[in-house]
């Protein structure tokens, strides 16, 4: 795993990797973290100056990610926008004046989108930085990291249930574009001419490119989405199973635990009594 650093410099105030753990690499990044501010939060017209190129890497399928004040040059690239993101806490106040149409929720330490990452305070970059470990690496190196690093991991991570990582690095343009609105929408429409239509191609041209792409069907690429999403609310909302298999997108509860069970291993109310972060007493699901 490689590590760089950029930085704008020269005359034209270009973005260039100033660093690099691998003495003259090159080549793209694979994630993009955004710095937390020791200070105040970077002001609009200053980071409004970043936000086509980290579109242009967006685009590529470079996962953006930010730490503490860092979501507010995240936020300039309007990809915030209908997302639950998170920041420092006693940004709050500035972060939703300036972002409205974010879903801002700052009691949540770090939020893993799949294709956007958002942390609340400095130190959570070490929860990222865990988190891309066991998302490239898988979680015994990621615990191992941890225990060498002395630690706590996070407590998603302990488990040996992998969260769906989707592959946006493919190169495949089309695909990728469905691939960031299926994210963003919550996959709510997910229908093959829907899904079509977001890709500009014919269906049958469209499902051999996406399976090509991502290793899924898109029937199987959506159920993970899902999935993923029902397991992040079992985790942290005091809702019941029918109510999570609703809010996912799901009308049937008893498809929505069918598909869980099979792609998770547990029941829906297995996985909230093992992995639940709240010990509040929730409705049985």
């Given amino acids: 795993m ?5 930085s704008r410099s020269g005359a034209k105030q270009a973005l260039r990797r100033e660093f690099d753990t691998a003495d003259g690499a090159s080549g793209d990044a ?5 710095p937390p501010a020791l200070g105040k939060p ?8 970043y936000a086509p190129w980290l579109k242009q890497q967006y685009d590529n399928g470079v996962i953006l990610g930010s730490v503490c004040a860092g979501a507010f040059m995240l936020g300039e690239t309007g990809l915030l926008n209908g997302r639950t993101v998170t920041t420092h806490w006693s940004f709050e106040p500035q972060f939703r004046s300036r972002f409205p149409a974010a879903r801002l929720d700052t009691d949540r330490l770090i939020i893993d989108d799949g294709d956007i990452i958002t942390a609340g305070g400095v130190m959570a970059w070490i929860d990222v930085a865990l988190k891309l470990v066991d998302r490239f690496l898988g979680p015994k190196v990621m615990l191992e990291t941890a225990r060498v690093l002395l630690v706590d991991p996070p407590g998603r991570e302990q488990s040996y249930y992998s969260s769906f990582s989707p592959i946006l690095s493919h190169g495949d343009a089309r695909v990728l574009k469905v691939q960031h609105w299926l994210q963003a929408t919550a996959a709510r429409e997910a229908d093959l001419k829907t899904l079509a239509a977001e890709a500009g191609l014919e269906p049958r041209t469209f499902l051999r490119r996406f399976q090509k792409a991502t290793g899924y069907t898109t029937t199987e690429y959506v159920q993970r989405l899902k999935v993923g999403k029902a397991r992040e609310l079992l985790q942290f909302a005091n809702l019941s199973a ?8 799901y009308s049937d509860p008893g498809a929505f635990r069918k598909v869980f069970t099979k792609l998770v291993g547990l029941t829906p109310g297995q996985y909230r009594r093992r992995f639940r972060v709240d010990a509040k007493a929730v409705e049985t699901a």
């Fill in 242 to 249: 029918d109510s999570i298999a609703w809010e996912v997108g």
């Fill in 30 to 34: 694979t994630v993009l973290l955004l």
């Fill in 42 to 49: 970077m002001e609009r017209q200053c980071a409004a100056e």
């Fill in 2 to 6: 490689r590590v760089s650093h950029w």
